[in-house]
């Protein structure tokens, strides 16, 4: 039995003249919880597809638990539940009929947490989807992939829709999951989500993985917040090695340091220091690092 | 970046540059109306043209023409099938009796299909709340829909008109502007009328399809009613009873009665205020006849996707089944009357419509041409239910679990498969209960033969909407509908005229024999269920191996 739950090798996908996914190589282990990020057409999308087998790859592979997406995509789905961000569902069957439908396709159940989660989502069952608000369409689609119990949840912008409490709901039940040593692939524009959730991080740009590791990997490599405040003339802290984004504001300075933060502490400690604030990075300000402060490519 | 700024510059233009924002609905409707309005116009067109200039190459001599109108004129199962055929010695009358009832029926499910899309749909899609959002209501914005269908249907007249007077004005033709003009109002009052019938069901029906299935259903008793009056059956007063029947009283070309026009206009009028002034009654997303929200859970269906199938679509497949059924029955109800007016000379024309022999089962034989382009329908509203499937996102809930593509299509077929042999036997069974209540005696088994005959130009269209469905997914209604409907004209034109056997071999209903007025040619049929089975296979193959595609 594989280790790995999910594996890219050079995956690939063009349409026409756009690259929407470029050679990706992506290696989930086994019960790990792993982020997904980028942008609005960076090919997150496309990546869940293509491990889908919903569609097919231009070039490079895909293996779900060393089964092929593409050649054995029926055996590779009896170990996972997909959630989308956009539930389509058929308007006129009530929440109860759909689960009970999408139970008895995956084929197994777990009918007491089904039972378990219904309550915990505060969901109508009764009620018939076409009149079911968005977030209600969107607990029934998370109910049916968690209800099954996957080896892999694959899970693509999973709280469109839901309100804070649901979303609190959601973020344990991904919890469970991971304690119980399900695998979750979690493709989300919520930041505060996939940092509370995620073990590693992979972010995505233009097609392409441009960086992957634990946040804490990630906050190493970049830039420490530090925030000085004197109570005499500010010193210049732009030759100082190491940093950057200098800014002055009255009797308070603001800067980014990478390396060491000696050479820094050094200048403050003798420029009389009153105040002294830093912290590392969020995974949102990692990600706009990443991007720009517009959300675009940089 | 040239490419870039050219988008950019068509978002960021003011909108008032082509338009007041307080009519965009009305814009968007007209956009979105307007091209179906005059594909279907071209369509209409050609069908007028094409009978109008094959009739002098046909009928050369008067002789002809009076054996023509000594045939027709008497025939009560011509008359039931196409309308009155009073001046069959003149290219104008005879162009409306051969082509107006199918026109007309094809005009009315135009109407009825695009103002439910525009309305119930938008609705439904989730798209009409964003309108509502802006500087209209919800009274405006229906008024602003209707506003665009009528721009559409003023498309479909206006390409219809310009074929018509062009086609008029051939010297063998001879047909003056003026009376191709009413003509073509003629030809296109049934598509205002269920473009106005459609505006209403979509505020009183909750989803598209219930909408169009009322529609339709208004559609088939008009039919019916129309059908029954012109029968000759002593009942020719319920003619003013159904609304086809007041566009058949408008008698174009012939003996124009533009009074006629009032009741259509009116019952336009009426329908279109009725649907506004209900529009304005209820809130966004609901309707007026209430639709339960809640319901108990029956899940003995919901065992996969071919159940679900079965669930969803049984509405419709029943709603098919009954008007199938019912049509037949009244085909064979009128089959002994109708029968008796079939003379020799009548026997040899109708020979071109692929019927011979006299009496009900001759009546019978073309008949059952109708049933098979109910069923033909009935099969092409499958593959694009399927086809809706793929691009609604339904279809992923199934396929990103443990359901392979061939096993969802090869099951989905199956379901329509199964539901048009039903189709076929009942149309069969039906036939035979009216025929047996007036004494024919006409046997069981030739009906039930003359039913199942029905089946395989049904699966050969299912066939061919796979296929499409495979290869080209998005042009899947436009090919089956369009096959049908070339089908259909094809077999009509070539039926009362002359049309180049190649022609006639593109129709599917040129080689369904006319049972049962002659045995069930076997052959032909397992042909085309050969050919219908090898293109669903292969876009099955296809289908397995693309991508999957979104609206």
Not at chain 2, 341 to 360: D, F, M, N, P
Request: proline share 4%; aromatic share 6%.
């Amino acid at each position: 039995m594989s280790d790995t739950a999910l594996r890219t090798e050079g995956l690939s996908k063009r349409f026409g003249d756009v690259v929407a996914l470029d050679h990706l190589d992506l290696e989930v282990p086994r019960g790990e919880v792993v982020g997904y990020l980028g942008p609005n057409g960076a090919g997150k999308t496309t990546t869940i597809r293509l491990l889908l087998g919903l569609s097919r790859p231009t070039e490079g592979r895909a293996e779900i638990f060393g089964l092929d997406c593409r050649r054995q995509p029926v055996r590779a789905h009896r170990r996972l539940a997909f959630v989308t961000g956009e539930a389509n569902l058929w308007p006129s069957l009530t929440g109860a009929e759909t689960l009970s439908l999408l139970g008895r396709v995956h084929g197994h159940v777990d009918e007491p947490y089904r039972g378990a989660l219904i309550d915990r989502f505060d969901l109508d069952p009764t009620k018939k989807v076409r009149a079911y608000s968005k977030g209600n369409r969107q607990k029934v689609v998370l109910i049916a992939a968690l209800m099954v119990r996957p080896d892999l949840l694959v899970l693509d912008e999973p709280t469109s829709g839901l309100d804070p409490l649901m979303e609190q709901v959601f973020r344990h039940c991904v919890q469970e999951a991971k304690d119980r040593g399900q695998t979750v692939f979690l493709s989300s524009h919520v930041m505060s989500e996939v940092e509370a959730l995620c073990d590693r991080v992979a972010i995505l740009r233009q097609g392409r993985l441009i960086e992957m590791g634990t946040l804490a990997e990630m906050r190493h490599l970049s830039a420490l917040t530090v925030e000085a405040r004197f109570d005499r003339t500010v010193p210049d802290l732009s030759a100082v090695p190491g940093v950057s984004a200098v800014e002055v504001d009255g009797p308070t300075v603001r800067c980014q340091v990478r390396g060491s933060v000696e050479p820094l502490v050094k200048v403050l400690a003798s420029a009389g220091v009153t105040e002294l604030l830093s912290h590392e990075p969020s995974l949102e300000e990692l990600f706009l690092a990443q991007y720009g402060a517009d959300g675009h490519a940089g | 970046m040239q490419a870039d700024l050219g988008i950019r510059a068509r978002i960021t233009a003011p909108v008032g540059a082509r338009g007041s924002p307080a009519f965009l609905v009305a814009g968007l409707s007209t956009r979105r109306a307007v091209r179906s309005g005059i594909l279907w116009g071209y369509i209409f067109g050609i069908a007028i043209a094409s009978s109008e200039i094959t009739y002098g190459r046909i009928y050369k001599t008067a002789a002809q023409r009076d054996a023509l109108a000594a045939t027709y004129g008497a025939s009560k199962a011509m008359s039931a099938l196409f309308g009155p055929a009073p001046r069959l010695q003149s290219v104008g009358g005879f162009t409306v009796f051969k082509i107006s009832m199918t026109l007309m029926v094809l005009g009315a499910v135009w109407g009825l299909l695009t103002s439910t899309r525009l309305l119930r749909g938008e609705e439904g899609s989730g798209r009409w709340d964003l309108l509502l959002c802006g500087r209209t209501t919800q009274r405006r914005a229906t008024a602003q829909v209707i506003v665009g269908l009528g721009t559409g249907l003023a498309a479909l007249w206006a390409v219809t008109a310009v074929i018509t007077v062009l086609s008029g004005r051939q010297a063998s033709v001879g047909i003056g502007v003026g009376p191709s003009l009413y003509f073509s109002v003629a030809t296109v009052a049934t598509a205002a009328m269920f473009l106005a019938v459609g505006a209403v069901t979509s505020q009183l029906a909750a989803t598209r399809r219930r909408a169009a299935s009322w529609a339709a259903v208004f559609l088939g008793v008009s039919y019916g009613v129309r059908l029954v009056a012109d029968a000759g059956v002593g009942l020719h007063g319920l003619i003013w009873a159904s609304p086809l029947g007041w566009v058949e009283e408008l008698r174009p070309i012939i003996s124009p009665q533009p009074l006629a026009l009032l009741p259509i206009a009116a019952f336009v009028a009426v329908l279109c205020a009725l649907a506004v002034y209900l529009a304005g009654r209820r809130d966004a997303g609901a309707s007026m006849v209430a639709d339960r929200d809640h319901a108990e859970a029956h899940v003995a269906l919901l065992y996969g996707p071919s159940g679900l199938v079965v669930r969803v679509q049984r509405a419709p497949i029943i709603g098919w089944w009954v008007a199938i059924g019912l049509s037949a029955f009244l085909y064979g109800l009128i089959a002994k009357s109708t029968g008796t007016t079939i003379s020799g000379s009548v026997q040899e024309v109708l020979s071109k419509l692929g019927t011979t022999g006299t009496g009900a089962d001759a009546a019978l034989g073309v008949s059952f041409l109708v049933e098979a382009v109910l069923i033909g329908f009935f099969a092409a509203g499958q593959v694009t239910a399927a086809r809706s499937e793929e691009s609604d996102g339904t279809l992923d809930n199934f396929l990103a679990r443990p359901v392979s593509r061939s096993g969802w299509l090869g099951g989905r077929m199956a379901v329509a498969v199964m539901a048009l042999t039903l189709g076929g036997v009942g149309a069969g069974v039906s036939g035979w209960l009216g025929a047996a209540s007036q004494h024919t005696g006409l046997p069981f088994t030739s009906l039930l033969l003359a039913g199942v005959n029905l089946v395989p130009p049904a699966i050969f269209i299912l066939g061919i909407g796979v296929l499409t469905l495979g290869i080209l997914p998005r042009a899947t209604a436009v090919v089956v509908y369009g096959a049908l409907v070339w089908s259909l004209l094809v077999v009509i034109v070539g039926g009362f005229g002359t049309v180049s056997h190649w022609a006639l071999d593109t129709s599917v209903f040129h080689h369904m024999a006319s049972a049962p007025s002659v045995p069930p040619d076997w052959v032909a049929n397992g042909v085309m269920l050969g050919i219908g089975a090898a293109a669903a296979l292969v876009g099955g193959l296809v289908f397995r191996r693309r991508d999957l595609r979104g609206a």
